[in-house]
Structures are given as C-alpha cells and as structure tokens.
Nanobody, 119 residues
Framework: QVQLVESGGGLVQAGGSLRLSCAAS????????MGWYRQAPGKQRELVATVTSGGRTNYADDVKGRFTISRDNAKKTVYLQMNNLKVEDTAVYYCNADGLTRVGWSDYWGQGTQVTVSS
C-alpha cells in the first residue's frame, strides 16, 4: 500500500518550534518533489514549502526565514523544521510527494497532522 506517514504535529506556544516528518512507504520506488502544504479552518489548502530530489527548495512568503524544509533521499523522508511559530500557522499540515510506484508516477498525500499555535 502506498503511504505517506506524517508525525511531529502538536500544540505549541507562539514563538516555539516544531519539527514535522513524513516518510514514504517502500512501495514508492522513487520520488521527485516532496513538500508540505497546510489547510486552516475555512481556508483552502496552501503551499508551505517544497524540495526537489536535488535539494532545491521553495517557500511560501510568510514562512521564509522561519521554516526549513529538508529531505533524506535514502530514507524517503521529508522534514519541516518550524521555528518562531505564529498563531496564524495553526492548520492541518499535509505531506505531498510526486512518487513512482509499480503503476507509474502519481501524486500522493499524507493523512495530515494538526499544528496548533497558542498565543
């Protein structure tokens, strides 16, 4: 079964830090871009950050300088280090991967992990 398994969400005070992790299952043979998206209540899902297999990164403007995305290609895992968290960062965070399985290339999503930042 193709899976992206996320971990690391939780409750933190404003100014604090969290680190999210997302590991791809063995059924995904290869991965191009991996990324993190988030969806706050009543809002559309939005890009947070992406990283290519070569390490090129892209960030949403409102997280630049605070969040860092990285990946371990050998472990097929992507991370999101979130520092100086703000109340407006509260959302469900979703992992995304453009992955190759036995049926070809496709777009995969994790189940989501809740991040809540209190004031």
């Amino acid at each position: 079964q193709v899976q992206l398994v996320e971990s690391g969400g939780g409750l933190v005070q404003a100014g604090g830090s969290l680190r999210l992790s997302c590991a791809a299952s063995a059924s995904i043979f290869s991965i191009n871009t991996m990324g993190w998206y988030r969806q706050a209540p009543g809002k559309q899902r939005e890009l947070v950050a992406t990283v290519t297999s070569g390490g090129r990164t892209n960030y949403a403007d409102d997280v630049k300088g605070r969040f860092t995305i990285s990946r371990d290609n050998a472990k097929k895992t992507v991370y999101l280090q979130m520092n100086n968290l703000k109340v407006e960062d509260t959302a469900v965070y979703y992992c995304n991967a453009d992955g190759l399985t036995r049926v070809g290339w496709s777009d995969y999503w994790g189940q989501g992990t809740q991040v809540t930042v209190s004031s």
